[in-house]
Every structure is written in C-alpha cells, then in structure tokens.
C-alpha cells in the first residue's frame, strides 16, 4: 500500500522506464533508413568529383561548392568571379516561398477562424472540404491548375464571357502562376495548424476585453494573436519549407525563366548529363538555410515563452 501511495497518480511515475530504449527502436531506426542514412548520402557526396558520363569519381572535391559560389569561365582558369545565376535562383525560391506564406496566412487564418467558430457537428464538415484535394496526387492537380490558368483554359474563358477582359490573360510561365501553384498546394498546412490553436483558445479573454472596451483589432491584435502564436508559427514552417524546395509548380507553371531551387537540383539528378556533386551540393545549401530559419524562429519562440 505504502508503495503504491508512493508512485500511484504520480507523474514523475514511468511504468515502462525498463522498455523505454526498445519502444523507441523503431522511430529511431526509421529515422535512421528514411532521414539521416539520405542526408548522410548526400553530403557525402556534395564533396565528391563528377564523373564524366554520370555520377560520381570517389575523390575529395570543393568543386561543387565552388561551382555554386563562383564563375571561373569555361575553361575554369579566369579569376573568379561570384556566380549570380544560381544565388538569384536561391533568392527567387526564398521570396517566392515566403510569398506563398504570407498569402497562405491571409486566406488561411480566416479560414481556419471560420472553422474554429463553427458548431461542434459542422467542423468535420468545413475540414472536409480544405483536405479533400489531398486526396489527388500533387502531380495531378499541378496538372489541372495549369489547365485552369491556360490561354484556353476555364479561367479566361469565365472573365471573356463576364466581360472582365478583352482579350486571354497569359498567367502560365510566370511568377503569378508559380504563386498560385504553390499557394494551392500548401494551403491546408496553414489552415489545420491555426484552426487547432484556435480551437483551444477561451474566447471568455475576447468577451472580457469587448466588455472593457476594446476595439476589435485591439482585441485581435493585443489578445488572438498572441494566443494562437504558435499556431501560426507552425503553419508558416509547414508552408515556407516545402514551398521552398518545390520543383512541380515551377516546372509545370513556371516554365524555364522562373526557376526555383528545387527545380536546379531535381534537374541534376536527371539523365547522364546530370552533375550528381552539384545536386548533392546545392541540397546541402537549401538543408542548411531551412535549419537556420527553423533554429531562429526557435529561438524566438522560446525567449516568447520565458
């Protein structure tokens, strides 16, 4: 009895404190295989010498690297020059992802306020709707959102007929139409994460600060917000990481002038003619910006939390 006093109810309590390690093989095992074995990989060879016809010579090598950074010319002889072909490429991923956030953050946090706010019974209804497109392959619905933007295609045929425009918009092949590939793809990772921080946040603070006078932005600004931080922090991570890596919509949307960065490595891995080191190299430079990324905003959230 003593000792069931002692540890019963107890959180500090591990029934299964003995079994912990093998509980946990599996995870890690699979974390291994399907995340650091891949990552491993390809830094590995990030440092290795391309071969002539396709893949690798197994020899240490800051070619790639180099290659990223610098311009040499065509002979690799000249003085060095920086290499602003693949940074713009790296700068056109980054602000196309970010702008495919903060729109995801513009539509999706009303949405998922919207959702929130509903009856119990109608919720499943509302998340239904935002996650059946999941249920189609990216690939397909890449497809169809350049059927719908096309020349021909459903949109413009809608805005000739109302009488918005005279003549077809030319939407594919441009940032517009990569935007919205990327904003169509990845919205619901904005709306479930803020549509669960809202539905955990006590709306009795809303009421008490309406009692008190406060106006509506004041009390989104100064009260919702803060409440649902998390939320929002989390939804903007699960949108901007793979929207920057993205190659589909690029490829698909985008076109040949509006490259992204996850289009440049999908294009070295392809074929004899691929540069597997540079591939492996430029990975390695977009893991590491994302990390930084991840680690700042970290930092950030848990000086918030203290």
């Not at 590995?44 to 690297?65: D, H, M, N, Q």
């Not at 005279?166 to 594919?172: T, W």
Request: charge should be neutral.
């Amino acid at each position: 009895m003593a000792g069931g006093a002692a540890t019963g109810g107890s959180s500090t309590s591990d029934t299964y404190a003995p079994a912990r390690g093998w509980l946990l093989l599996p995870a890690w095992v699979s974390l291994g295989i399907l995340v650091l074995a891949p990552v491993t990989m390809m830094l590995i060879y990030s440092f290795l010498t391309k071969e002539f016809r396709g893949g690798v010579i197994w020899e240490f090598s800051l070619a790639a690297y180099d290659q990223f950074f610098f311009d040499r010319g065509l002979f690799g002889d000249d003085p060095p020059r920086i290499e602003w072909t693949y940074i713009q490429i790296f700068w056109r991923s980054i602000w196309q992802a970010g702008a495919a956030t903060i729109l995801s953050l513009v539509i999706g946090f009303p949405t998922a306020y919207f959702i929130a706010t509903r009856p119990a019974a109608q919720r499943t209804f509302w998340l239904f709707l935002v996650t059946i497109p999941y249920w189609v392959n990216l690939l397909i619905r890449t497809v169809s959102m350049k059927f719908l933007l096309r020349d021909q295609g459903p949109l413009n045929e809608a805005l000739l007929g109302i009488g918005i425009i005279s003549e077809p918009l030319s939407i594919v092949n441009t940032n517009v139409a990569v935007q919205l590939g990327l904003f169509y793809s990845y919205l619901p990772f904005m709306v479930l994460p803020i549509y669960a921080a809202v539905e955990r946040y006590n709306f009795t603070l809303s009421e008490a600060a309406s009692d008190l006078y406060a106006p509506r932005w004041t009390v989104l600004r100064r009260i919702l917000l803060p409440s649902v931080k998390p939320g929002i922090v989390a939804g903007c991570i699960l949108v901007f990481v793979p929207s920057m890596g993205s190659f589909l919509a690029p490829d698909l949307l985008g076109g040949a002038k509006n490259f992204m960065i996850g289009s440049l490595i999908e294009e070295q891995f392809k074929g004899n003619a691929g540069n597997w080191p540079f591939g492996a190299a430029a990975s390695m430079i977009l893991l590491t910006l994302v990390l930084i990324i991840l680690l700042v905003l970290a930092r950030q959230q848990s000086k918030a939390e203290g």
